[in-house]
């Protein structure tokens, strides 16, 4: 299994520009998480989503959207990117039921917006 | 003040010591989460635990859910041990999705030879 993947790895963005960061699980699993990580910072969640179809909001969504057309992908969009968006960005999933499992991260994604 | 705090903030330690790192929070939870950020970006989940203790190799989490505080303990420290430690906990009653997880904000352990 390949677990969680990522694309891009790195990125530089100018204000203004769009962009879909990818990621993809392999693991069958149902929940899947965005968070970006800022220096000095903990993770903060962006978006989730529960299943195929069933997204929601995090605690830090503006400037972002995502969408959940399939299980395994879970792509999340920066429209007019932003200085503030420079960040790394950590997608992650896991298989929830009793007993609560574990979250796997995807590799991250450094994004730069100049 | 955050839902999740983390002591210390930096901690180095020479090779072969015992390590302690600590997490308190002020939310009633189901569990807590402790997870290792490589040098390299790279999160993995180390410990998942909502009562008692655990031991994997070197490392012991423990968690007293009457004090909400867990801590984290490293024997015989190694420099590969040098990383970012988080500690996160996922709340009771969260208003969304059950697997959501409020994070500290890491401790960086840098283990010297």
């Known amino acids: 299994n390949a677990g969680v993947t990522q694309t891009p790895k790195f990125r530089i963005l100018k204000i203004g520009q769009s962009m879909t960061l990818q990621c993809a699980q392999d693991m069958n699993h149902n929940y899947m998480y965005w968070y970006r990580q800022d220096p000095g910072m903990g993770l903060k969640l962006i978006y989730y989503?529960?299943?195929?179809?069933?997204?929601d909001k995090g605690e830090v969504p503006n400037g972002y959207n995502v969408s959940r057309s399939t299980t395994e992908d879970f792509p999340l969009r920066l429209e007019l990117a932003a200085p503030s968006q420079t960040s790394v960005y950590f997608c992650?999933?896991?298989?929830?039921?009793?007993?609560?499992?574990?979250?796997?991260f995807g590799p991250g994604t450094r994004l730069t917006v100049l | 003040k955050n839902e999740v705090e983390q002591s210390p903030q930096n901690l180095t330690a020479q090779e072969g010591e015992f390590i302690t790192i600590n997490c308190s929070y002020s939310?009633?939870?189901?569990?807590l989460h402790w997870l290792q950020q490589h040098p390299g970006g790279g999160i993995v989940s180390l410990f998942m635990l909502s009562s008692g203790k655990k031991k994997h190799g070197r490392l012991i989490a423990t968690i007293n859910i009457q004090e909400k505080h867990s801590s984290l303990h490293i024997t015989a420290s190694h420099p590969r041990d040098s990383a970012v430690y988080i500690c996160?906990?996922?709340?009771?009653?969260?208003?969304?999705?059950?697997?959501?997880?409020?994070f500290g904000k890491g401790t960086k352990l840098s283990v010297k030879p």
């Open positions: 939310v009633g939870i189901s569990a």
């Open positions: 992650a999933s896991s298989y929830e039921g009793r007993p609560y499992n574990e979250q796997f």
């Open positions: 989503s529960v299943g195929a179809g069933i997204t």
């Open positions: 996160a906990v996922r709340p009771l009653n969260y208003g969304g999705s059950q697997g959501n997880l409020i």
